[in-house]
Structure formats: C-alpha cells, structure tokens
C-alpha cells in the first residue's frame, strides 16, 4: 500500500505568526479533577474543577497513599465506581460538530492498599475506545481527536474482570480548530500513540501549546545530535498548528549519509491503520550559495512524499501520512536526499491510529452525569 502525503509550507510576516499563536485557543477548556473537591490552578495556569458536586452518591472517592512517586496534586483523588452498573461516565456540553481533544488520566497509586492495579474498558460517546492498564507507579492517560455527533462528550468506564474495580484520576475536553487534523473522515477518531517534541528537555503543554496538547521529550538514539534553532520566532501557521515551542530543538545526524529511523517499536503485531504527522523547521539560517538542506521519508522502503522535503527556516513544514496501516515491523526513515548538503533533520511527531467507524452516542442505561 503506498503512503499518502501532503505538505503544508507557510511563510508569512513573523508578527502575523505571533498573533496567531496569542489569539488561538480552545473554546472548550474544561478539566476535571475526579474525586476531588473546588477549584484547583496547576502549574501549567490550567484551572481544574472538582467532581464532588456533581457526583454525590455515585462512585467513591478515593485518596492516594502518599509516598507515592506522582506528587501531582490532581493525581492525589480518584473516584472509583463499585456499583454493578454495567458502565459510568462523564458527559459534559459540547455543541455537535465541534472537534474535540478528550483525555482521560489514571493513576492508581495504591490507594485501596491492595498494590493490584486493575484493568477495565474504557468507551467514548458509545465507541470502545481502549482497555486500559492502570500502573502502581505512573500515571497513563489515553487522549481521543473526534468530532462530536451529538451534544456532549460522554467518557465512560466499565468493569471487564471481577474484583477489578474501574476509575478514573483526571478527565479533560478541550476543543480544537475545525482544520486541524482533518485528513480523515468525520466518522473516524484518532486514538494517540505517540506525540513527540525531538531535542526538548520538558514537557510542552498549555499554555505554549494552546490546544493543550501533550508533547513528550523524544529519546536521543546512538549517533543522532541534538540542534536547537536560531530562529527568533516560528511561524507555525500550518493545519495542524504544531507549539512552537516543540519545534525549538531537533535531532539530526553527523553527515548525510547517515539517517533518522524513528517508530520502531510503536505497533502491535497485528497491523492497524495510522495517521502521522512529522514537522520540519531549518534551525539556522543556511547560506543559499553553498548549504542546502532537502529531505526524503520513507515508511519502511516506501517513499512517503515525491516531493523532496526543505525545513524553512523561521517557519515549519508539515508532512502528513495516511491511508497505510502500522504494524511491529513498521519504521519510518528521515534521510537527506542527493541534492542535500546538510544532514537529515526532523523537530516533532504525532502518531495516532485510527478507530473503526464511531456510532452515535451513549446508551441511556449506561449512566450519566455531569
């Protein structure tokens, strides 16, 4: 199956980037700290709202030994439901149409002192959306793109394994533009994989990324180098409006004969469809006489783009791939092209599979509330 590829080039003034960047933000912002009470501003300046009053008599909540590895004050409650109903959820008010980011945490940090964190199934508006696997130690989040086709959000969790009770830590809705990530139909969703900043040392959230998007410091592998840009301001005015603050720094090789192999590792055996979008900013500003910097991905031995990949500089290329399936033995290669002067060089990545076609809405016997 060959790859599908677009790429998204802009170069527009600087100031219009920045005003872009102030401007942008998610309509729908709502964080919920589940098991916990009020209100809460964390670190990242994002407010989040406790789910007592709404949830009176419905699950327990629950606190974390403390001790634990996690100090995160909205990781320290969980509400946990030991009710017989087939599943609980949340539902929060988003108009229909509206395309959503949902994320939902769980830390069990032994709080029940059984040092048995439980496994149970989690659903989305009606869809199975991933079984999940609860940690002692760390806190695991599964995130959700979709588009809404009723009012509301509905996150639900289900109990699949007697005695292993389901809960949930943290719950987060944020709203994104209707252009972003919108190479797919409106009847699938995008489930994360991976979300990855290359050369960056932190974490990257809101509010440098005002969609809240979650971007991971990638591992350095053996023989790859770490670049930071020059550039005074990125312009990310591309579809999928990638923070500027994951593109800042990037990975790339000692010469052009060498390559970037990145997704080793990702998928399962069985191969599942994927959406992937790589980004590419030059970090210094090249001498046009003598440096050129020209790019090719491959995924595995397929070349992804026939157009040769140039990183500008000040601003960011976006390179999306699809309508292929991932599967253990799937890898995708970043290499300098034969015009190149300068080595192969890439800034960030999402990975997301994609979900068998949504239904509509949650069963009314499931339980709703919010």
Request: aromatic share 12%; glycine share 6%.
């Amino acid at each position: 199956m060959h790859a599908q590829a677009t790429m998204s080039n802009s170069l527009v003034l600087i100031f219009l980037a920045l005003f872009a960047l102030s401007s942008a933000s998610a309509d729908v912002l709502e964080s919920i700290d589940c098991g916990g009470s009020g209100s809460y501003t964390d670190e990242n300046i994002i407010t989040w709202t406790g789910d007592d009053e709404f949830m009176q008599n419905i699950g327990e909540t629950k606190v974390v030994q403390s001790g634990n590895a996690v100090s995160d004050h909205v990781m320290s409650t969980l509400r946990v439901f030991s009710s017989t109903r087939k599943k609980n959820c949340y539902s929060i008010d988003v108009y229909k149409g509206v395309q959503v980011l949902v994320r939902a945490s769980f830390y069990y940090g032994n709080y029940d002192k059984k040092s048995a964190p439980p496994s149970f199934d989690l659903h989305f508006n009606g869809n199975y959306w991933a079984t999940v696997e609860t940690s002692s130690e760390d806190v695991v989040y599964y995130e959700a793109i979709y588009i809404v086709k009723d009012n509301g959000v509905s996150v639900c969790v289900a109990q699949t394994k007697p005695n292993q009770f389901p809960f949930m830590s943290a719950l987060e809705v944020r709203s994104l533009d209707s252009r972003m990530y919108n190479k797919v139909d409106a009847e699938y969703a995008l489930f994360l994989k991976t979300r990855t900043t290359y050369g960056a040392k932190d974490i990257v959230r809101f509010a440098n990324d005002p969609y809240d998007r979650i971007w991971v410091p990638g591992v350095v592998g053996d023989g790859l180098i770490t670049v930071t840009t020059a550039a005074f301001a990125i312009d990310v005015s591309v579809p999928d409006a990638p923070p500027q603050a994951a593109l800042q720094n990037a990975i790339t090789t000692s010469n052009t004969s060498q390559y970037i192999v990145l997704g080793n590792g990702l998928f399962p055996a069985k191969p599942v469809p994927i959406y992937v979008n790589m980004y590419f900013s030059e970090v210094t500003e090249l001498d046009s006489s003598t440096q050129t910097r020209s790019l090719q991905v491959f995924v595995n031995d397929v070349l992804a783009s026939q157009e040769a990949i140039v990183p500008p500089y000040g601003s960011v290329t976006e390179l999306y791939i699809g309508n292929i399936t991932g599967s253990s033995n799937t890898s995708f290669t970043v290499a300098a092209d034969s015009n190149s002067t300068l080595p192969p060089l890439i800034n960030a990545m999402e990975v997301f599979y994609v979900s068998d076609p949504m239904t509509s809405g949650t069963n009314s016997k499931d339980g709703l509330y919010i």
